[in-house]
Structures are given as C-alpha cells and as structure tokens.
C-alpha cells in the first residue's frame, strides 16, 4: 500500500511540475516586450497623441507602419510601453490609443488600471488576442480586436492611424 502512495505522489508531482513549467512557457512565449519610448513629429503644433502600446514581431510591424503613415502629419506622437503607464499624464494628451494584448481572457492589469483611473478621457483601445476575442471586454469600453496575423496588419494599421487623426 505504501509503494502506491508513493507511486502516485511521484506520478502527481511530475505532473504538477510539467503543468507548471508548460503555464511559464506558454506566458513566456507570449509574453510581450518592453518598446523603447519614442516622439513622432515632435516640433508639430496639432494635437499631441499617447499611443501606449508593446513589442511583439506583430505589433512591431504595425507600428512601423502607423509611424510611416503619420511622418509629416501636423500630429505630436508619443510612444510608450505600456509597463509605463503608470508614469504617464493623461492630461498632457489630447488623445490617447493604447495598442495592447489579451492574455488568459483580459488585456494588462496595469492597462485596466490606467482606463480606470482616466474614465473620462476618451481612449481608443485595439486589442490582439489569439483567440479574436476579447471575452472580458467591459461594456463601455470601444474597441477592436483581432488576431496577431499578417492578413490583419492593414486593419490595425488602419484602425490606429484612424484613432490618432480623427477629431
């Protein structure tokens, strides 16, 4: 009786341990990277819009893209990681677009605090999320989302140029 117990604690640890180590590889694998901050048109004179957003192969590709479309716009453009909201002053924008990610159903603690804490700006959200769903989306909240592949680049490209230059 002993060595069953035994057996099974060895065979239930081992699985614990892979179920584990598979959860860390899977945020690993689809965890984002920190962008470097950067101004787009930054001696323009119009409306000065956050683009918070993150690093990924996708989202890097977009933003090249958005910052191609927008060079020369009479638009001030400041890029930030998300992990640097908390810095940020919303009200030294006129606009605000996040560009961020859904993991296990929802975007960023740190994100959902920020929409909170300024309600009553108004912010333009696009979301990537493998599923094309955002299931925990609140209710109140206009937002796009779409899965992070190629056949979806232009959308977001187009959805976020539209966010930044739309009045």
């Known amino acids: 009786m002993k060595k069953i117990v035994k057996i099974s604690l060895i065979v239930l640890g081992s699985a614990a341990i892979i179920f584990a180590g598979v959860m860390l590889s899977y945020r690993y694998i689809k965890s984002m990277d920190v962008i470097e901050s950067e101004e787009?048109?930054?001696s323009a004179t119009g409306?000065?819009?956050l683009l918070a957003t993150q690093g990924s192969n996708f989202k890097n590709s977009?933003?090249?893209q958005v910052k191609q479309d927008m060079k020369?716009?009479?638009i001030h453009i400041s890029i930030v990681d998300t992990t640097k909201l908390d810095k940020v002053k919303a009200s030294d924008y006129d606009k605000i677009v996040l560009f961020t990610t859904v993991q296990s159903d929802?975007?960023?603690k740190n994100v959902t605090k920020?929409?909170?804490d300024n309600d009553d700006k108004s912010i333009h959200i696009?979301?990537?999320a493998d599923s094309n769903r955002w299931d925990d989306k609140p209710k109140d909240v206009d937002a796009i989302s779409e899965a992070s592949k190629s056949e979806n680049k232009q959308t977001f490209v187009?959805?976020?140029t539209k966010a930044i230059t739309s009045p």
């Open 40 to 42: 787009v048109n930054k």
């Open 47 to 49: 409306s000065h819009v």
């Open 62 to 64: 977009v933003m090249d």
């Open 72 to 74: 020369g716009e009479n």
């Open 106 to 108: 929802d975007i960023p």
């Open 114 to 116: 920020f929409m909170n």
């Open 126 to 128: 696009a979301v990537t």
């Open 158 to 160: 187009d959805n976020l």
